[in-house]
């Protein structure tokens, strides 16, 4: 049974566009909401996380947007760059699960 | 500061040999975690301690794979006898705590069973 969804599987932005994965989950007891990113090579690192009690969280150029009814939440990357071409899981916790992954690649 | 260190980074193998992952959490962290990484199945928690017990293995796919850790700072996960399907990455992340505390990853063991 997959608990996060993730969507797209992959996902191609020109340089300077705005990136937008999305995720949705099923368990409502779930609390927290982690976005990683992955580099090639690489294990997965904590990039932003929030919890159901906001629906935005911003730190620099990504943003969380989360809908508790809809029980979905989603990363927005604005101004993609490509050192932004990474592997991003969502995943929600607890016990942490992960979706499958959005491989973005940002081209110049 | 040093992260997770996991060793070796590759193990190329041949079917029906013994395999041994090692990892070496971050210092005070409290939390282990094993993962398995593959295209098909994404990132899987294979076993979880927690003060250097096991906790959660229900992620363990069979009697073949058992995990340990002896002590605050080392961890092994064992596969025996090891399959072609085994052939994955393996992660080790290490946290202060379970719940809503970041789990930092090593850089993985890219196994190949021939």
């Known amino acids: 049974q997959q608990q996060v969804k993730q969507s797209p599987q992959s996902l191609i932005v020109q340089k300077g566009g705005i990136s937008i994965i999305n995720c949705a989950y099923e368990n409502t007891a779930f609390d927290y909401f982690p976005w990683y990113q992955q580099f090639p090579g690489k294990g997965p690192a904590l990039l932003i996380a929030?919890?159901?009690?906001?629906s935005e969280k911003k730190e620099g150029r990504f943003t969380i947007s989360f809908n508790k009814s809809a029980k979905q939440f989603s990363l927005h990357i604005m101004d993609s760059q490509p050192g932004d071409s990474a592997t991003y899981f969502c995943?929600?916790?607890?016990?942490?699960?992960f979706g499958k992954g959005t491989r973005l690649s940002v081209i110049a | 500061d040093a992260g997770v260190i996991q060793s070796p980074r590759h193990e190329v193998t041949e079917m029906g040999q013994e395999v041994t992952l090692r990892c070496k959490p971050i210092s005070g962290h409290n939390s282990l975690f094993w993962y398995r990484q593959t295209m098909m199945r994404g990132l899987e928690l294979l076993i979880y301690f927690n003060n250097n017990v096991p906790i959660d293995d229900s992620g363990m796919p069979e009697d073949r794979f058992s995990a340990k850790m002896p002590n605050a700072s080392f961890s092994t996960l064992k596969i025996q006898p090891s399959e072609p399907r085994d052939s994955a990455v393996y992660f080790c992340a290490s946290s202060f705590d379970r719940e809503d505390q970041p789990q930092h990853f090593g850089d993985g063991t890219r196994l190949s069973i021939l």
């Open positions: 995943a929600a916790s607890t016990p942490l699960v």
């Open positions: 929030i919890r159901p009690d906001v």
